[in-house]
């Protein structure tokens, strides 16, 4: 208990203070968070509303091959965009490895299952609604799928902070791919295992805090520039 | 008429899993007013209608419009489809599709919205209308392309008296202005109103066909004497 006030007032003081290297691993986790979720909803919103709408052979193969992959180990999947840009791997001569990119491709590998699963889930109830109206009016497959992006794109803001929520708090990978270095690839979640590592638990419950509240923030901000809750709004 | 008549239909059945549920018909439709189909629940008129906007496929035999365009052809359905925008962006959508200026758009949605009594909900979202405005909405929205052919799948059903005459007045102008209107309806009142040709549908197939003024007056069949007597005809 002592160490959970300890932990919220070490969070106090990093943020009252403007403590230089919270800011700067505050930030890191944010941008590397924030380019793996527009990366990964470009990708899989389309994906998404594409499964929603076009019948092909191995449609359900692929759903459920989406849904699966929303349990990917984060270890494994460290592990592999580790291998595949090591030195040795295929994408070594991009010297990409313990960068922030490699941080961003593993998060993008993580969270698009996520944010792919849900937005086929909205998606294919907004076709089941929106099916004959939208054939009867002899619309094109890239009509359909504007037209769904569009009048879902609220449920698709909730699929996508999904997905920024599975990847603000990863470690494993981020850790294996990023390799935890000061001032270079150190962001909240390899913070907090570094300083739990070494004992310091108040400083590592106080990270914890601020990663917390820097979710809530993004998420509210979100909410509010995109006027969810707004009232007349469906 | 118009230049889509006169339709033939040769020998088209549908079947959902192995069970007939229209057919064969065989039929050659040439109206110069509306045309209205009766008949009991499950007699097919709904899956007939569907078969000549092409939204639902026919297992055998042939459709033929005389020019064959579907992007002249509206469907209003029983249940009003309306989308996740406002009442003015549902009105507009159609338009949007065909890429017309925004100034045409802008006041063909006026027009429409001063028609149909809408203009005081233009910015709401179409969801939270009442059934009836909903029902204008859908009706609105198919007219504003100006279809050669309306086809209206119980409009009314569900609506009080004067939500219905107030559509009632939607579709005599749609009329007069050269739109053909194939509609399927229960309310044998409202048949009397707008029928020119009738079409009476028994067991999945047109039983009786001909003007609206000669079968009300002298129906030729005893199952359709029964029906407009308000007899059960099975």
Redesign the interface.
């Known amino acids: 208990m002592f160490e959970i006030w300890d932990g919220l007032m070490a969070a106090f003081w990093l943020v009252v203070t403007f403590d230089a290297a919270l800011w700067d691993i505050s930030l890191r986790s944010l941008r590397v968070t924030l380019t793996a979720l527009v990366i990964a909803s470009a990708i899989a919103i389309p994906l998404g509303t594409y499964l929603a709408v076009q019948r092909f052979r191995y449609r359900r193969f692929t759903i459920s091959l989406i849904n699966a992959f929303m349990g990917l180990p984060p270890v494994v999947v460290g592990l592999i965009v580790y291998i595949m840009l090591s030195r040795a791997g295929p994408f070594g001569v991009l010297n990409l490895l313990f960068t922030p990119t490699a941080m961003i491709i593993a998060q993008v590998v993580i969270i698009s299952p996520v944010i792919a699963s849900i937005a086929h889930q909205s998606m294919r109830e907004?076709w089941a609604?929106?099916h004959?109206?939208l054939?009867?009016?002899?619309?094109s497959k890239w009509?359909r799928m504007l037209?769904l992006v569009w009048?879902?794109r609220r449920n698709l803001l909730t699929a996508a902070l999904a997905g920024f929520g599975r990847a603000i708090g990863e470690v494993g990978a981020v850790m294996i791919v990023g390799g935890n270095i000061d001032n270079v690839t150190r962001v909240l979640t390899t913070a907090i295992a570094l300083e739990t590592g070494k004992g310091d638990f108040a400083l590592a419950l106080g990270l914890g805090f601020v990663l917390i509240g820097l979710a809530i923030i993004v998420n509210l901000a979100i909410h509010t520039l995109s006027r969810t809750e707004r009232e007349?709004?469906? | 008429m118009s230049a889509l008549f006169p339709l033939t239909l040769r020998d088209v059945q549908v079947r959902r899993k192995s069970k007939r549920v229209i057919g064969p018909i065989d039929l050659v439709l040439d109206p110069s007013g509306p045309t209205i189909l009766i008949g009991p629940n499950g007699s097919g008129k709904t899956t007939l209608l569907r078969v000549l906007h092409g939204l639902e496929r026919v297992n055998k035999g042939h459709v033929g419009w005389t020019r064959n365009d579907p992007s002249r052809h509206a469907f209003v359905f029983q249940s009003p489809i309306v989308m996740r925008r406002s009442v003015a962006e549902n009105l507009a959508y159609p338009l949007r599709l065909l890429k017309t200026p925004k100034q045409e758009i802008k006041q063909a949605v006026d027009d429409w919205l001063q028609r149909t009594g809408l203009t005081a909900v233009r910015n709401s979202p179409a969801p939270r209308l009442s059934g009836g405005e909903r029902q204008k909405l859908a009706i609105a929205r198919a007219l504003i392309r100006k279809p050669d052919v309306l086809f209206l799948d119980e409009p009314c059903a569900n609506l009080d008296g004067y939500a219905t005459r107030e559509i009632e007045a939607l579709l005599h102008e749609a009329a007069a202005n050269g739109t053909h209107l194939i509609m399927a309806t229960h309310d044998m009142g409202q048949a009397r109103r707008l029928a020119h040709g009738l079409l009476f549908m028994l067991d999945g197939k047109i039983h009786e066909v001909g003007s609206a003024a000669d079968l009300f007056a002298a129906p030729s069949t005893d199952e359709l004497l029964a029906f407009l007597r308000g007899d059960i005809v099975i």
């Open positions: 907004l609604e929106y004959d109206l054939i009867s009016l002899n619309t009509q037209t009048d879902g007349g709004r469906w």
